[in-house]
């Protein structure tokens, strides 16, 4: 059961680059999508979400693009600070964020000094 | 900020043992939740709470487990027998009041508990 699939275990990019986190789902009920960031030791902290009636939503650094019709979804964060070095979780929600979560199994960011 | 808080980060029980995982979800949140996730794997749902009852629960979430919000602030997962699989990192999450079915609101989740079966 992959409804959420995030196809790049790892991603290394340099400092002050653009990092972009890729993200697709199958289940087309799926109408809020969130990117959740996650240290070691540590729970999954909300970073940014997105409904189905945006294509963009943007919090300083971060922007998630939403493309339903291809069912992708995109973190982008500039410029990539090595704080921001984490494994990064696309979760999705049916019926406006009030079902479940269903993960991604997650990319592994390093940003690289 | 007001966050998820659990206890223990750590419990190590014998494999057949009862285990009680505790939570203290966001104080002006209704909606709660337990995920866990396996080493390796998704992070995945076992349970949703609202109103004082289940709302939703996964196939994992069979007889073996209960939850239960005791006293208005914490709120529980207990496995009653616990098994070899159930070893795994357990989050609880809780999310605020949905507005009319148009919430779009995030779930925050705490640190977890580590729950390792011998």
């Known amino acids: 059961d992959q409804q959420v699939k995030q196809n790049s275990p790892s991603l290394s990019v340099q400092e002050g680059r653009i990092s972009i986190l890729n993200c697709d789902y199958t289940n087309s009920m799926f109408d809020y999508f969130l990117w959740y960031k996650k ?65 991604g199994k997650g990319t592994r960011l390093s940003v690289i000094a | 900020e007001p966050e998820v ?28 939740y337990w995920y866990r996730q396996i080493l390796g794997q998704k992070v995945e749902f076992l349970v949703s709470f609202y109103n004082n009852e289940i709302s939703e629960k996964s196939e994992i979430f069979d007889d073996q487990f209960s939850v239960e919000r005791p006293d208005g602030s914490n709120f529980t997962l207990k496995i009653r027998s616990t098994k ?35």
Do not use: W
């Not at chain 2, 750590?10 to 104080?27: A, D, K």
């Open chain 1, 39 to 103: 240290y070691p030791a540590e729970g999954p902290t909300f970073l940014i979400s997105i409904s189905s009636i945006k294509d963009k939503n943007e919090d300083g650094r971060f922007t998630v693009f939403l493309n339903k019709s291809a069912k992708h979804l995109s973190l982008h964060i500039v410029p990539s600070q090595p704080g921001d070095s984490a494994v990064y979780f696309c979760a999705a929600s049916a019926n406006s964020g009030n079902t479940p979560l269903v993960f």
């Open chain 2, 5 to 32: 808080t659990q206890t223990p980060s750590h419990q190590v029980t014998q494999m057949g043992q009862e285990v009680i995982l505790r939570c203290v979800p966001i104080s002006n949140h209704l909606y709660f």
């Open chain 2, 84 to 118: 070899l699989e159930d070893s795994a990192m357990y989050f609880c999450a809780s999310m605020i009041e949905d507005y009319g079915g148009y919430s779009n609101q995030p779930q925050h989740f705490g640190d977890g508990t580590r729950l390792s079966i011998l």
